[in-house]
């Protein structure tokens, strides 16, 4: 899962179509240059490469990026199928459970909680309001469980590969566990029925390296104030050109918003690595600033899936005055809120951190049909209208935000 990027899909991209507006134009640049990079996950040659593009594309807003590097084993599947008789499947590990080696693990399938060895479960599909589902019941209680190791077969709003992150992967858990495509459900239900001899086989190789958070200050005209953060997520399964892609886009405008007014207060900025294994990224930011959680006026976290075409979104706030900003930001430009989370729910992805430290928040996030499938690509998957709406409505928000001094 390790692919090299070349130069071309580091390069601004300047989509063509008269019906595009110079915001939508922009935006349209960025997602489909960050969607060619190729497949984003922490640590690679591609999440690196990315990196550098986040640094160049804030240079050419006159800001200048950082890039603050942190340790991590990355994980390289090698052979990673589960073979029935003469028929083999092939699949991805998940990432914080353990590994085998290249001969696999032997023996018959069938129910979880079951005597035989390797057990075949089913994911939770992603839904907006609830966190972590796909994580929940039958996977989580694989982890827990006496089989030899796990079949996981993925679910979603179609059948096929929706990759689970590893939210232990600090802490590795559980027997070696092979994703599957949905497609193969049934099939793979009546195998473990009939108890079918099967070989699990999920070698990978773990590698020390580093990934890279991507971080701006723009100075504020009293630094005396305490901060405004905005973080957004730039790793992830694939190219997840609605997932991240969005959410770097508005980023990236309210970047290029604070840049020309120069606010009142600090205003932060932080792109993170390491989404996809248990948020580490934004574990390794915190690490070196202990007080911001608190110290900081507010977090604004630009969440997955924003400009999902057709998709719902849920604005999850620490408290009701963060909430209401968001609503207001978000109904000048005409988006309605779908869903407000429950005082005192965890919120998705980083935001969850803050969370947990007593920090004030605010976190966006949306809906998707695709979330951490291969098929997560740009143009099809990203609405560039209704990303530009949500652009401007954060840019401005958080403009408005930052010149408040209470």
């Not at 696999?104 to 005597?115: E, F, I, P, Q, T």
């Not at 932080?270 to 996809?276: F, L, N, P, R």
Request: charged share 20%; proline share 5%.
């Amino acid at each position: 899962m390790t692919h090299a990027v070349s130069s071309d899909a580091l390069r601004w991209r300047e989509p063509t179509p008269d019906a595009l507006d110079a915001l939508e134009q922009r935006l349209a640049g960025l997602i489909a240059a960050y969607d060619g990079q190729g497949d984003h996950r922490s640590g690679t040659e591609v999440d690196h490469a990315s990196a550098q593009w986040l640094v160049n594309v804030a240079g050419r807003l006159g800001v200048e990026a950082a890039l603050e590097p942190f340790g991590l084993d990355r994980v390289d599947p090698l052979a990673s199928y589960l073979r029935i008789g003469d028929r083999r499947i092939g699949g991805v590990p998940l990432f914080d459970a353990a590994f085998t080696g290249s001969d696999g693990l032997c023996g018959r399938l069938g129910r979880l909680g079951s005597d035989a060895e390797i057990a075949v479960v089913e994911s939770e599909p992603f839904t907006l309001g609830e966190p972590r589902k796909e994580q929940s019941t039958a996977v989580a209680a694989a982890r827990q469980s006496r089989h030899q190791a796990v079949v996981v077969l993925t679910r979603g709003s179609r059948p096929g590969l929706f990759l689970i992150n590893a939210l232990s992967f600090a802490k590795p858990s559980g027997p070696p566990m092979l994703q599957i495509s949905g497609a193969e459900t049934a099939w793979l239900h009546q195998q473990a029925e009939a108890g079918a001899p099967a070989t699990l086989v999920t070698q990978a190789q773990r590698t020390a390296t580093h990934a890279f958070n991507v971080t701006v200050r723009i100075a504020g005209r009293d630094p005396t104030l305490p901060p405004l953060v905005v973080m957004t997520s730039r790793s992830g399964w694939w190219q997840c050109a609605s997932e991240r892609g969005g959410g770097l886009a508005c980023w990236l405008e309210a970047m290029r918003v604070l840049a020309a007014a120069r606010p009142l207060r600090d205003c932060l900025f932080v792109a993170c690595s390491g989404h996809e294994l248990g948020f580490i990224g934004i574990d390794a930011y915190l690490a070196t600033r202990p007080d911001l959680i608190r110290r900081a006026h507010c977090w604004i976290q630009l969440g997955a899936n924003i400009g999902a075409p057709r998709q719902p979104n849920l604005v999850h706030a620490s408290d009701d005055a963060a909430e209401q900003w968001a609503v207001a930001a978000m109904a000048r430009e005409g988006l309605a809120v779908g869903t407000t989370a429950r005082r005192q729910s965890v919120p998705r992805g980083e935001a969850g951190a803050v969370h947990r430290g007593g920090g004030r928040y605010v976190a966006l996030v949306c809906g998707t049909e695709l979330f951490h499938h291969a098929a997560d690509r740009w143009p099809d998957a990203v609405d560039v209208a209704l990303v530009a709406r949500y652009a401007r409505a954060f840019a401005s928000g958080i403009l408005q935000l930052s010149e408040r001094r209470e």
